[in-house]
């Protein structure tokens, strides 16, 4: 079983739709996902309800919980293959138990200033702790010469960076507000395909 938790220390960077669209990216591969919902404000646990509602099937399974109790349930879940962990957009106490309990950390970013100052501070807890992580560009304008900029400005600095970017794409919103995956909600679009070779990428990084 292999743990994939997404951290930020800013809201509204796309960290649970990552979260959501991996999950069943994975289902979708035949494998056996949950996703544990840390955040309060209950992002993935109300898609999950959508999903439930909508559709009638409660895989990928969500869970939401408490940061304490992060171990036993990974613990339960030993026969899973990939639990994804959503958290709250901040550093708090329970951070560095969340990486601890975490084989890879994506740690998605918009391409603005203010999502960049927010940055060295998580990774660097990361580092410390001898974790893996990986910033993914997110929210990435569709035109326009920022992604550009941001993409320069990450590399200089030395971040690791996901070779797989996602765009701000209404498909994301439209599928989440659906209870269901970008892959699902249309198979051919832009955004499943970003998410197929996300998922694809992180396979490799596993």
């Not at 919902?37 to 990928?60: A, F, I, M, V």
């Not at 550093?91 to 940055?119: H, R």
Request: charged share 20%.
């Amino acid at each position: 079983m292999k743990t994939i938790s997404f951290m930020a220390q800013k809201g509204g960077c796309g960290k649970t739709t990552l979260a959501v669209n991996l999950a069943v990216a994975a289902v979708r591969a035949d494998r056996q996902s949950g996703l544990i919902d840390l955040d309060q404000q209950g992002s993935s646990y109300r898609w999950w309800r959508e999903r439930k509602n909508r559709l009638g099937t409660t895989t990928p399974g969500v869970f939401s919980s408490q940061a304490v109790a992060l171990p036993d349930i990974i613990e339960a879940a030993d026969e899973t293959d990939f639990v994804f962990i959503d958290t709250a957009p901040q550093i708090t106490s329970d951070t560095e138990l969340i990486m601890q309990n975490s084989d890879i950390i994506l740690l998605p970013v918009k391409t603005s200033l203010a999502d960049f100052a927010t940055i060295e501070t998580m990774y660097q807890i990361a580092i410390r702790l001898e974790k893996k992580i990986y910033l993914v560009l997110s929210m990435v304008p569709t035109s326009g010469t920022l992604f550009e900029e941001a993409l320069q400005y990450l590399e200089s600095k030395k971040y690791n960076l996901s070779p797989v970017y996602i765009y701000n794409r209404a498909d994301y919103i439209r599928s989440y507000t659906s209870g269901q995956g970008a892959q699902e909600y249309k198979k051919n679009s832009a955004a499943s395909k970003e998410i197929s070779n996300l998922y694809n990428w992180l396979l490799t990084i596993l």
